[in-house]
């Protein structure tokens, strides 16, 4: 292949190569002017082949300015690419430093909408305390307000229905001051159930009653040995022979009163000692009502004082109140009955001292009861007399209270949390 040469040099070549003439003076002119047909060949060649590398380097040179055009192209979008990538690292850093000083910001206000919940907080529990003492001061009515002609039919048909007069068996005159100390002792069991110790004797055995639908009732030695107990590992079981309803139980005598589940308001006593059901009775009570809105399991609250055994209830004829009967412990006969004022509204338990029961209700304030109604067997106490009793705060609802006359201590169970109240008491007036 020959290279290096231009179109007027081969040009030149080829017309010296056609110029060229025989001689005979010099012998070897055949070697330096070939024959006319071999050196017309020769010259075809040689421009055919010109020709070629005259259009392959044509070919050559537009290939080479069309990728020179796609790489500065090429370049063009790297540069573009590379400013935009620039552009957007710089507002990613701006955007970085919003966020951080956003954040710094939230931080700030958490903290000081922390701080003012705190104080209002430390504000509401004030508030809560001194409308307790102005409550104590001005002396509500703790139930609710009707019309006074109302007021005085209801107490004509109370009195006209409670002629009998109440025969005291003792001569208590005991009823509450204040709640006077509270004590947590553990947590076992359910939301709801009742703890007490035996009302009628001096007896340190404790009864659990878990739950509002059971027939396992458990007993420990003392308090003491409750408490240390992992759960009620260390109380002795005892079956009882029909399942109970509610938390309306009672410990008195030996024996335990309950209610049975069903239908029916069946009345059982139990002896403890011998494992036997010594009697049962239907409780003369029409229609199935709830004597506290806030326990709507219990229809019959069992209690036991120095007077003896009671039933707080409610009755279909007036459903709206809480009704009071008098039973025979060995007998289990009703032998008296009240229609009280305390509703059953906002009620969640009572317990009875000396003759007088005190219904516990629900404030309006969060996790606070207080003693809101008293009615007294003998018209001794009456609710302008009472004093207003408020609970410590508390974890839920007490599903029951149970009242001991020789601790002068409540049995209370709050939410799954057994709590013993001490209670401070004084002298009834004489009417």
Aim: charged letters at 25%.
């Amino acid at each position: 292949m020959m290279t290096g040469y231009d179109k007027p040099s081969m040009e030149m070549f080829v017309s010296d190569l056609l110029s060229c003439r025989r001689t005979d003076l010099l012998p070897l002119t055949a070697f330096a002017c070939p024959p006319l047909p071999i050196l017309n060949m020769r010259a075809l060649h040689l421009v055919f082949l010109a020709s070629l590398l005259c259009l392959t380097g044509a070919q050559n040179q537009a290939l080479m300015d069309y990728l020179e055009r796609r790489l500065l192209a090429i370049e063009d979008r790297i540069s573009t690419w590379h400013d935009q990538t620039s552009r957007y690292a710089s507002e990613l850093r701006e955007f970085k430093q919003q966020m951080v000083g956003l954040l710094e910001n939230v931080d700030k206000d958490r903290d000081a909408l922390r701080t003012e919940l705190s104080g209002v907080g430390t504000r509401v529990e004030r508030v809560e305390r001194e409308m307790d003492y102005l409550e104590t001061q001005n002396g509500a009515q703790p139930c609710v307000d009707v019309d006074d002609k109302l007021v005085e039919q209801e107490v004509t048909i109370v009195k006209e229905k409670n002629k009998a007069k109440y025969g005291k068996l003792t001569d208590c005159r005991d009823m509450i001051s204040s709640i006077k100390a509270m004590k947590i002792l553990k947590r076992v069991g359910g939301a709801k159930g009742m703890w007490t110790k035996d009302t009628g004797s001096s007896s340190a055995k404790v009864y659990i009653f878990n739950g509002t639908s059971e027939d396992t009732l458990y007993e420990f030695s003392s308090v003491r040995d409750f408490t240390t107990s992992p759960g009620t590992s260390r109380g002795k079981p005892i079956k009882l022979p029909y399942p109970w309803g509610g938390t309306g139980h009672t410990i008195y005598k030996g024996y335990a009163y309950y209610v049975r589940e069903g239908e029916e308001f069946q009345v059982i006593k139990y002896d403890l000692q011998n494992g036997t059901v010594v009697d049962s009775v239907v409780f003369p009570a029409q229609d199935r009502v709830p004597v506290y809105s806030l326990s709507p399991e219990t229809y019959i609250d069992l209690a036991a004082d120095q007077e003896g055994l009671w039933a707080i209830y409610a009755s279909g004829e007036n459903e709206n109140n809480i009704c009071l009967a008098k039973v025979d412990p060995d007998t289990l006969d009703v032998e008296q009955t009240w229609d009280t004022p305390c509703p059953r509204e906002n009620a969640e338990a009572a317990f009875v001292i000396c003759g007088t029961v005190y219904v516990v209700y629900n404030t309006r304030l969060s996790s606070r009861s207080r003693v809101q109604c008293v009615f007294d067997v003998n018209d001794m106490v009456t609710n302008d007399d009472a004093p207003l009793v408020y609970f410590p705060k508390r974890y839920g609802a007490h599903s029951s209270l149970k009242y001991n006359p020789q601790e002068q201590l409540i049995y209370a169970w709050d939410d799954g949390y057994q709590i013993l109240y001490k209670l401070a008491m004084k002298k009834k007036l004489e009417v």
